[in-house]
């Protein structure tokens, strides 16, 4: 299954907070479900200004101790993607803007991530999505 590593606390918005946008310089044309890898690294730094942006958004986030690191934390379908030269909701100006659908926590896979999309056997997830 197709995989995405997203750092912290942005992984936990999109699983928990209904977050329907991820932001990237690239586009991609894959349409379908995607494991969301809870990216290891996140600097106090940028978790503080994810927390600020989020919480503009009306969204508390978990203090950053708490927040699950290095592991698939749950299932997403990207169902469109488009340039926007616009901030809106949750999408960044000047990004390619995935459009998510139908989160879903599945129970926590350690995973080691990985640039861009990479693929995880499917006999790990099989098990913690059915």
């Not at 936990?12 to 586009?27: F, M, P, Q, T, V």
């Not at 919480?55 to 592991?71: D, H, W, Y």
């Not at 989160?103 to 995880?120: A, Q």
Request: proline share 5%.
């Amino acid at each position: 299954m197709k995989a995405l590593s997203v750092r912290q606390p942005w992984a936990w918005a999109i699983i928990y907070a209904l977050k329907d946008i991820e932001n990237r310089g690239w586009s991609i044309h894959y349409r379908g479900d995607i494991l969301i890898h809870a990216a290891k690294t996140c600097t106090k730094k940028k978790y503080q200004v994810a927390r600020e942006f989020c919480q503009g958004m009306g969204v508390v986030i978990p203090e950053l101790i708490s927040l699950r690191r290095g592991q698939i934390i749950g299932i997403v379908t990207i169902v469109d993607c488009r340039f926007s030269q616009v901030a809106s909701g949750w999408g960044m100006p000047g990004q390619y803007h995935w459009k998510l659908e139908n989160p879903r926590e599945i129970t926590p896979i350690p995973y080691i991530g990985r640039l861009g999309i990479f693929e995880v056997p499917d006999d790990l997830v099989m098990e913690v999505a059915a």
